[in-house]
């Protein structure tokens, strides 16, 4: 079977543009690994993180700015 560990040791983590300075709703995306998307809780950057494919996340997000 398939290791599904994904090594994100040198992920570069950014704040969503979202993201309110009074400690609500924090997430963060990693940049820098080709064909995924990393997503995590800024509040908790050491728990889990949820990785998507970017064929996946494009159209989350697209969805997401929608009037």
């Known amino acids: 079977m398939a290791s599904s560990h994904i090594d994100l040791s ?16 924090c997430v963060e995306v990693a940049d820098g690994l080709p064909g995924l998307v990393p997503v995590r809780d800024s509040k908790r950057p ?3 993180v949820i990785v998507v494919t970017t064929a996946a996340w494009v159209p989350f997000v697209a969805a997401l700015r929608a009037p």
Request: net charge neutral.
């Open 46 to 48: 050491d728990g889990g």
């Open 10 to 25: 040198a992920a570069r983590w950014r704040t969503s543009s979202y993201t309110n300075s009074d400690g609500g709703t």
